[in-house]
Every structure is written in C-alpha cells, then in structure tokens.
C-alpha cells in the first residue's frame, strides 16, 4: 500500500478499483484543468441498493492534498474490504471533493477557497477575526527569499510566545474571510465543491433514513494516528450519536481535539445535506509532521499562488513542501493509517 504519486495516478486506481469491485461509477467534470492539463473530477463510486435506508459517505481532498491519503485508503477499502459491506447498506465513495487542490497539490481550491471555511450562512455577516488583521503580511509576505522566511517566523513566534500556542492556531487557521490571498480564507460565497456537495447529496441520500458520513483529513497530531473529530458539542445529536456509533469521538468545540474551533466546516452543518435522515458525521485526522512545519508549508504555498508563479521554477520545491507536510510518502505511514480507516468503515455499515 502506498500513496499516488499524481493526482491522475490516484485517480485512475480508484477509479479501476471501483470497477473491479461492481461500483457504480459517476464521474463529474471540474471546469479547471490539472498542472499537466489533465481533466479535473469529482468521482463518484456507489456499491448498494439506490433506495438503501443506510448509507455510508467517504469522501476524500475536502483539502486537496490531504486526497492522497484518502485516495489511498479508499483505493484500497474497494478492492480489499467491499465484500464486507451488508447488501442492505449503501456505501457512496466520494474521490476528491476538491480535485483542483488535489492536482496542484494544495490545500485549498481554484479560488484560494479553504473549503472547510467555506460552509458558513452565507445570508449572515461572515464571523470576525481581527487578531488575523495582525498577522496577514507576516503569514504571506510579498517575498519569499530567506532573509524575509526568518524575519516573519521570527515575529510570529513571538506571538506564539505572548498569545500562547494554542490561541495562535485558533486565529491563524479559525477561519477568515477578508484576505483572498490568506491562508484558511474562507471565500465570499459558496465555491465549486462547495455548490457540487449540495447537489449531489440532495438527490443521493433522498431515500436514507440513516447516514454516516466519514471525512477523511491530514496534518493535525502523532505520526501516523487518525483522531476522530466532531464538529459539535457533546449533548449535540450530531456528537453524541458519533460517539455512540464510534466511542473515542472528541469534539472540536469542547477543545479536547487536534483541531481548533472552525468557522464554516461542511460536517458542522452535514445534518443538512440529508434533513430527512439520522446524520452521524466524523472526520478523522491523521498526523503527519509538526504544526510549525505544516504551517511553513502553508505560507509557501499561499506565497507562491499570489506573489509568485504556480508554473515556474520555485514551484516545485514549494509543492514537495506542501505534499510532505500532508502527505508522507513512507509506506510505513500509509499502513499506520489504514487500521483506523478500517475499523471506522466496518462500525458505519452496520445500519
């Protein structure tokens, strides 16, 4: 078992995977192409009765890059794990939610869009983040030479130091929605997969009395471990049904998680892609390197989209930059992964 290397690469073992286990496949053009200008899609592998009253959503690169340990995972559940599935249930397998993000190998979308910020009530007025007015030029200087690299981490470090670490993720990757050129912008709207993942579960989970939904994610924790994250509050029907279904959910609002509070995360508001249904979200979010590396990367990568060039030279490094941050390539990783996603899978096709 181990990750793809492109995202066409990923593509087509899932896809070939999916086939192999009697899926129904669906595919859904993106209208942006790839850095190699290969086609960009959402696909889609359904494996169980149209009209099941149970079904499971998988669904991998919510954060583009994060799709390569999805990919995998998925990949590897239908040509190995399927038979598993009670006929009953239906289980829908959604490859890449943001296949732009996935292909560039970035965490956000064609518009800079973090699309787990990007679930906010767009009739309200956005949520607030002045502290991030602070940080704006220092997280994606104008520049990216050496010299500027250290004195922005130098100065952020010192607001790790006078704010504390954990206020400094909450600001930085809270959520904001008033620089386009910012790390976990938020967008001004509903984006592409945003407008696509309503669509889809209208009409897909139109006859479920029950759905479990599994978002799968990188970057935050131990090497190697999945902590499964609800975006509610304990006593929420949203959290404790998960807790029930799963045991050692934590949830992001009571701050015992990985993860800080997010503004406009699509599994906050999952209950309303089917609300008709009993809905069970998770996500799990599986470790990969330390917070100050993955942020590193980050501001790389946001640099390099608006000050630099996505197709010239300093691309490249920037990219191995991002994907080694979300995605480690040791096989050893792929293979800690896969039990967590495994036992996760078999407790949500149980209807």
Do not use: K
Not at 162 to 174: I, Y
């Amino acid at each position: 078992m181990h990750l793809s290397p492109t995202y066409p690469i990923a593509r087509a073992a899932f896809l070939d995977a999916a086939r192999v286990a009697g899926a129904t496949v669906t595919s859904f053009a993106h209208p942006l192409l790839g850095p190699g200008g290969e086609p960009l899609a959402v696909d889609v592998a359904e494996l169980g009765p149209a009209d099941a009253e149970h079904v499971v959503l998988v669904v991998s690169a919510t954060h583009g890059v994060e799709g390569y340990c999805g990919s995998a995972l998925q990949t590897r559940w239908l040509s190995a794990r399927a038979d598993e599935r009670p006929a009953s249930v239906r289980v829908v397998h959604v490859h890449a939610l943001n296949p732009y993000g996935m292909a560039w190998v970035r965490r956000v979308n064609e518009d800079n869009v973090d699309l787990n910020r990007n679930f906010v009530d767009w009739s309200q007025p956005v949520p607030a983040n002045p502290d991030y007015d602070l940080l704006a030029e220092l997280l994606v200087p104008g520049e990216w030479s050496a010299a500027e690299q250290q004195r922005t981490t130098e100065v952020l470090l010192t607001y790790a130091m006078e704010w504390g670490f954990e206020r400094l993720q909450e600001v930085v990757s809270g959520g904001q929605y008033s620089y386009p050129t910012g790390v976990f912008y938020g967008g001004t709207g509903p984006v592409w997969s945003h407008r696509w993942l309503r669509e889809f579960c209208a009409s897909a989970l139109a006859a479920a009395c029950s759905v479990a939904i599994i978002d799968l994610h990188t970057g935050l924790g131990p090497w190697g471990v999945g902590e499964l994250i609800a975006s509610a509050a304990p006593g929420d029907p949203l959290f404790d049904r998960a807790a029930e279904r799963w045991t050692d959910v934590r949830s992001m609002l009571a701050g015992d998680s990985v993860s800080a509070v997010l503004a406009g995360d699509w599994m906050n508001v999952a209950d309303q892609l089917a609300p008709h249904a009993e809905v069970t979200p998770v996500t799990i979010e599986y470790g990969t390197v330390d917070p100050v590396t993955v942020l590193q990367s980050l501001r790389a990568d946001a640099w390099l989209h608006s000050h630099g060039d996505p197709t010239g030279p300093d691309a490249p490094a920037v990219r191995a930059q991002v994907r080694a941050a979300f995605a480690d390539d040791d096989p050893a990783w792929i293979a800690a992964c896969w039990p967590r996603f495994h036992d996760v899978m078999t407790a949500a096709v149980r209807s």
